[in-house]
């Protein structure tokens, strides 16, 4: 009943505050314009860029209200997002003006924002050996590394594949859901909490965003979801880990981070920034085959849905 009060609260807050905040944008010109000459623009009218506060302001009370969690991780949770929100509603303003935010200052306060929750604790420590089932703790400086890279990766990879109505929010829905259940089934509460707020969240948003878009959350929703979703894992299936268990939190989240590892190999092959814009993902390929929208996302959705109940088989199985 607690988790299903959480869902219900954060889905109402999100419903409740988007249209008046998409009300907002249209008087402010805080809008995502269509370009012809844009490849990445499907949209054929200008959409509110404003999801992402709702999303963060109904994220972060239902937590609290529901979790009771008043801890130092809590607020490097809190920080952390407020830094993302903050500088993707940068990056979000340059582009209602047609141009685009420089990519360092992003990745410097990704790195910040991985940092911070690190040093609050949440962080990969190690992992147990599947022969002699002893704790292997990893040195201090792989922990950092492998927390820094996990987090600023996934945050990252969510944000790439925010460019289809509907599909970053759907693929986290999803994800979170399997983080749910791994946390539920490996007795996390915390995690478990995290997960379904972040479920609530994510649905709340779909209603807004599903084909045909009426609302966009922006870099500052995508980069905050994968900060949570990348948090979650670490908090949760990644935490006293063994060597096979590991992959749980991979193939969840398996379809953005498989399809940008491509993306990003590819650009760097062709000597491109991996933070260029392009229409490389996997959505923007099927849409080429002659897929729409909505049957783009339904693949995917499909293919993440295979990945996660895989993730769930393989939990049970190592149990």
Request: glycine share 10%; aromatic share 12%.
């Amino acid at each position: 009943m607690l988790y299903a009060g959480a869902l219900i609260l954060s889905i109402a807050i999100v419903v409740f505050l988007i249209p008046p905040l998409g009300r907002l944008a249209l008087r402010i010109d805080f809008v995502d314009k269509p370009r012809e000459d844009e490849e990445r623009k499907l949209h054929k009218k200008p959409i509110p860029l404003t999801a992402s506060y709702a999303i963060f302001i109904g994220f972060f009370i239902t937590y609290l209200l529901f979790s009771g969690e008043y801890t130092w991780q809590t607020g490097a949770l809190f920080l952390g997002g407020l830094l993302l929100l903050i500088i993707g509603t940068v990056d979000d303003w340059f582009k209602t003006k047609g141009k685009d935010f420089p990519a360092l200052p992003k990745m410097v306060v990704q790195m910040s924002a991985a940092v911070i929750a690190y040093l609050a604790g949440i962080r990969f420590s190690g992992f147990y050996n599947p022969f002699s089932e002893e704790y292997i703790s990893l040195p201090v400086w792989l922990q950092f590394t492998l927390t820094i890279l996990w987090i600023f990766g996934v945050t990252t990879v969510i944000n790439f594949s925010d460019g289809m109505d509907g599909l970053a929010g759907g693929l986290s829905a999803i994800s979170g859901t399997t983080l749910f259940i791994v946390a539920l089934t490996m007795g996390q509460g915390n995690s478990a909490m995290l997960a379904i707020v972040l479920v609530g969240v994510t649905i709340g948003y779909l209603k807004f965003n599903k084909p045909p878009a009426r609302v966009f959350m922006g870099d500052a929703g995508a980069t905050f979801l994968g900060f949570i979703l990348a948090v979650i894992a670490l908090d949760g299936a990644f935490k006293q880990a063994t060597v096979l268990s590991i992959l749980i939190p991979i193939l969840a989240l398996g379809v953005p981070i498989f399809d940008n590892l491509f993306v990003v190999v590819k650009r760097f092959l062709g000597g491109k920034a991996i933070y260029q814009a392009d229409a490389s993902q996997a959505h923007y390929r099927l849409l080429r085959a002659g897929l729409s929208q909505k049957q783009v996302v339904a693949v995917l959705c499909l293919v993440s849905v295979c990945l996660c109940l895989s993730s769930i088989i393989l939990m049970l199985v190592q149990m």
